[in-house]
């Protein structure tokens, strides 16, 4: 090790992007190394609006591996921080920093010490993968840091053990996380299928719904699933195979109704598992706002003689959905904020996040326009909606595909001190 003994620290900043999954992840053939039982695919959203920025630091005064999550001092023992750390040392190289005068040659990692400050740009606990853009950011920024070899896809490899869906953040645009068969994991990886400007003209609008804790983990409830549930085995071996082939066709022709249909079935039929899980898994038991917004973009797609959106529902509250373009996603925010109001006293700056250009192709400024809107015929059918809905959506990110992970040069941008290596 060269430099100044015990002085220096040489630190990385990366940002990573979360992403929704369009086939959905349910059900491990493996625990530890979090290996699958079928195939996945997931949008990737733009970092602009939602992303995890991960800043890690490397020096020989640190005595032992310290985290912080959105500032707050975290403990790395847990089984899946210390799979990726010690993936990751495995494989570090030589890294030298000649302005700084400092050497690390590869044997040096499993010695030195690291500090990792991570931030989450939306809610850690609002159900938005945050796991998933953290674990990807954290393995992505160490590779960095510790001038690994391997590419993205090799990488997914060590991010899917610190978090199933973590591995499909590792790119941007559209992303197949495929299962593999080895029993070691090494083939369980994440690969790009096309880019975000391959189909940039989708809109995705998540209902943001509570950020409490989920009441059912992802790990117990995929476990009751693949230990009691007859149709989970269906799901994994005839349904996704074919599922899968056709996502993918939708995907590279932008055929937006197939996307729709087979977003939509697989969403629902991952809550059919779930209901078909002894004791069966509630998440879509609350029969307000999902109930609401299936219903009309069902109906919707249905007077169009044609799919406009697609909806899809994670293992928690939150919906999201995928409009074909700007313009159906203009119309699609006033439905949802005519459904949806906000309580009285959120503006509306504050009720729609993220690319705010859709309020304004909306013709929304406040919420006297969203009164003033007359509803299309499929809202006014269902029953009065707009009392009972008040409240229930705490507010709307409007997004869209983006892309994978980048380091950020700009060092304003470190979370941690460069000279004590503490967070900022
Ligand atoms: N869990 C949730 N957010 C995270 C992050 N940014 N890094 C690591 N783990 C996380």
Request: proline residues 5%.
């Amino acid at each position: 090790m060269g430099g100044e003994p015990e002085k220096w620290i040489l630190m990385l900043t990366a940002r990573t992007p979360t992403n929704i999954a369009v086939i959905k992840y349910w059900g491990k053939r493996d625990e530890t190394l979090i290996l699958p039982i079928n195939d996945s695919i997931s949008v990737t959203l733009d970092p602009g609006h939602l992303c995890t920025t991960t800043t890690v630091s490397v020096s020989p005064s640190f005595d032992h591996d310290r985290m912080w999550l959105n500032g707050k001092e975290i403990s790395l023992q847990g089984g899946r921080f210390q799979s990726c750390l010690r993936e990751i040392r495995a494989r570090a190289q030589d890294v030298e920093d000649k302005k700084k005068g400092i050497q690390i040659k590869k044997e040096d990692w499993q010695k030195l010490h690291l500090h990792i400050a991570s931030y989450n740009n939306f809610p850690t606990a609002a159900g938005l993968a945050s796991s998933a853009a953290g674990l990807a950011c954290l393995v992505f920024s160490l590779s960095k840091l510790m001038n690994l070899k391997e590419d993205n896809s090799q990488l997914s490899a060590i991010a899917r053990q610190g978090s199933g869906s973590a591995c499909r953040s590792l790119y941007g645009g559209f992303v197949k996380w495929v299962m593999g068969k080895e029993d070691n994991g090494s083939d369980s990886l994440a690969i790009q299928l096309v880019d975000e400007k391959h189909w940039d003209e989708l809109v995705i609008i998540i209902a943001v719904v509570s950020a409490r804790q989920k009441e059912t983990s992802s790990t117990s409830g995929m476990r009751d699933t693949v230990e009691t549930s007859g149709l989970i085995q269906h799901r994994a071996k005839e349904v996704v195979p074919k599922r899968v082939v056709q996502m993918e066709d939708a995907i590279q022709n932008r055929d937006f109704p197939s996307f729709a249909r087979l977003t939509c079935t697989d969403s629902n039929q991952f809550h059919a598992v779930c209901l078909d899980t002894y004791p069966p898994i509630f998440y879509m038991n609350d029969t307000s706002h999902r109930q609401v917004i299936i219903n009309c973009v069902e109906k919707w797609n249905r007077a169009e003689g044609m799919p406009q959106v697609a909806y899809t529902f994670d293992a928690g509250p939150n919906a999201v959905m995928i409009a074909r373009n700007r313009k159906t996603a203009a119309l699609l925010l006033q439905r949802l904020l005519y459904n949806f109001p906000p309580q009285s006293d959120t503006d509306l700056d504050s009720y729609v996040i993220g690319d705010k250009s859709i309020l304004k192709d909306a013709g929304i400024k406040d919420m006297k326009d969203v009164e003033a809107l007359t509803p299309p015929p499929e809202v006014k059918d269902s029953t009065s909606l707009t009392q009972k809905s008040k409240g229930d959506v705490n507010y709307f990110i409007c997004t869209r595909p983006g892309g994978g992970p980048v380091v950020l040069s700009d060092e304003t941008q470190a979370l941690l001190d460069p000279l004590t290596g503490l967070p900022k």
